[in-house]
């Protein structure tokens, strides 16, 4: 079984960012990550040298490669820019407005025609199990669609989707997705266990969906839909300023408390002027199989009454519904598992306005 020590003990042997210091002792290297034959971490190295330093990236690939029982190395360069202080300090006590940094340029990926975003202001709001839905739903519209789960902290897509394999490498270092209903999906829940937490900080987050995004052969597909991390942190930021987005889709439930966080997620594609393709109202109401009674336990229709409050479109309903939670923790998407019920019928319909918008 591999082990840290071992894979500190090859590493010893590349230089770190100063190019004298062995990596461990450098103080780059994250938390080392390893789930079977897959070892995944990354290496924090200062932006103004990213480009140098991408030859050290490399040699410590190729030294953890080289140990007995390792499959598939996962390392990535991450840039971390120290915070920015105030020009000045106004003498009321507030302090001047930060020195906005420079522009990050968004790229298309390879490959990729469109990009949507499936974003939440908070967790809990059934944002992967509509990003999963969501995308079957598209491919049923005849289009090539694939899924990135950019939840580093907390993948879903794995579980969603019924997969426990991992992918292939290429000769050329491109990570291969794995596929299930059609979908290409790529997930750092292929690369670690379930068990594993990600003590990664929000520079080495973004660094790994970097990679994901560019160096996974995504090619050919008409649509990527990501599954964002929860929130609006330096991650999702991040994430949104280097992709060429064609929109994002916000889910929220229909109670205050996650509207607000919902508002914020708007908010923050608005910042980074990423289209809003609209906001989707999950765990809409609930109809008792039993008796046919409606109880709206998260509320009703706040989602829709905020997208004409703030401007942007209403996608439509997904009710609450025992079926939706038993076919997600089976691993199979409901739109593909019950494609006749009326839940899979919401999905289509918002699929469709999702595919009209991105014309």
């Known amino acids: 079984m591999l082990t840290k020590k071992e894979i500190i003990t090859a590493l010893a042997s590349v230089p770190g960012p100063d190019g004298k210091t062995p990596l461990p002792d450098s103080g780059a290297l994250s ?14 190295a200062d932006p103004a040298q990213s480009g140098r330093l991408e030859a050290m990236r490399l040699a410590a690939e190729r030294a953890v490669k080289g140990i007995a029982g390792v499959d598939m190395a996962l390392v990535t360069l991450t840039a971390e820019r120290p915070a920015q202080p105030a020009a000045s300090t106004r003498p009321s006590g507030q302090p001047a407005r930060m020195r906005p940094g420079p522009a990050r340029a968004r790229t ?14 908070k967790g809990g709001v059934g944002k992967s199990t509509t990003a999963a839905n969501l995308a079957l739903a598209l ?8 899924i990135l789960d950019a939840d580093i902290y907390g993948p879903s897509m794995p579980r969603l989707f019924g997969l426990k394999g991992r992918p292939e490498v290429t000769q050329t270092r491109v990570i291969r997705p794995l596929e299930a209903h059609g979908l290409k999906i790529m997930s750092m829940g292929f690369l670690v266990s379930e068990e594993t937490a990600m ?22 597909l008409d649509l990527l839909v990501v599954d964002m991390p929860p929130g609006t942190g330096d991650a999702q930021l991040t994430l949104a300023q280097s992709i060429v987005l064609a929109g994002a889709v916000i889910v929220s439930t229909p109670q205050d408390l996650a509207l607000i966080d919902a508002r914020r997620g708007v908010e923050m594609f608005r910042k980074v002027n990423a289209p809003i393709l609209g906001i989707i109202e999950n765990m809409s109401s609930f109809v008792c199989p039993n008796c046919g009674a409606r109880h709206d336990i998260f509320g009703h229709g706040g989602a829709r009454r905020e997208a004409t409050r703030i401007g942007v479109p209403f996608l439509g309903e997904i009710p609450l519904e025992l079926a939706l939670r038993e076919s997600s923790d089976e691993g199979t998407p409901i739109v593909a598992a019950r494609p006749d019920s009326p839940i899979t019928a919401a999905y289509r319909d918002i ?6 918008a991105i014309k």
Do not use: C, N, Y
């Open 31 to 44: 938390d080392i990550m390893i789930s079977g034959g897959r070892v995944v971490f990354s290496i924090t």
């Open 108 to 121: 298309p990926i390879v490959g990729v025609s469109h990009v949507i975003a499936v974003a939440s202001g």
């Open 139 to 146: 491919s049923g519209e005849g289009l090539r669609v694939g």
């Open 199 to 220: 003590v990664w900080r929000g520079p080495m987050v973004a660094g790994a969906v970097q990679q994901l995004l560019r160096e996974v052969a995504w090619e050919p």
């Open 351 to 356: 699929a469709r306005r999702v595919k009209e």
